[in-house]
């Protein structure tokens, strides 16, 4: 059996500014590149239940494992006309984003207020 985290690893190794920033698009003269947020997480595991183990269920036993996740969401794009360069947000991503950083942001300032009260 092969390593489970190495073999994700390798997977992944291609994984870089190619998954945050698109191609380039050029409509009517105006290039846009769009933006995201990309996060992965993996899991992986092994076993070899060997020695020490007296029930008959454990007797020769193997292991294995292995689990992965991934999200992407749009956060906007760079847009290019001429000479300049701005950033267009995408509104509702941003919101999305930005109401759990409100709730831990407030939570956190209440806790402050809460021992510097005492």
Same mark, same amino acid.
């Given at each position: @059996?092969?390593?489970?985290?190495?073999?994700?690893? $390798?997977?992944?190794?291609?994984? #870089?500014? /190619?998954?945050? *920033?698109? $191609?380039?698009?050029?409509? $009517? &003269?105006?290039?846009?590149?769009?933006?995201?947020?990309?996060? *992965? #997480?993996?899991?992986?595991?092994?076993?070899?239940?060997? &020695?020490?183990?007296?029930?008959?269920?454990? %007797? &020769?036993?193997?292991?294995? #494992?292995?689990?992965?996740? &991934? @999200?992407? @969401?749009?956060? #906007?794009? *760079?847009?290019?006309?001429?000479?300049?360069?701005?950033?267009?947000?995408?509104?509702?991503?941003?919101?999305?984003?930005?109401?759990?950083?409100?709730?831990? %942001?407030? /939570?956190?300032?209440?806790?402050?207020?809460?021992?510097?009260?005492?």
């Amino acid at each position: @059996m092969g390593n489970v985290a190495l073999d994700l690893a $390798d997977k992944f190794k291609s994984v #870089g500014v /190619t998954t945050v *920033y698109g $191609d380039v698009v050029d409509v $009517d &003269g105006v290039k846009i590149v769009p933006v995201a947020l990309a996060s *992965y #997480g993996f899991g992986a595991g092994e076993g070899d239940a060997t &020695g020490g183990l007296s029930s008959e269920k454990s %007797a &020769g036993a193997q292991g294995g #494992g292995g689990g992965g996740g &991934g @999200m992407s @969401m749009p956060v #906007g794009a *760079y847009i290019r006309t001429g000479d300049t360069v701005r950033f267009e947000p995408n509104l509702i991503s941003l919101l999305a984003v930005g109401v759990p950083l409100v709730c831990v %942001a407030g /939570t956190a300032l209440k806790g402050i207020i809460k021992a510097l009260k005492k």
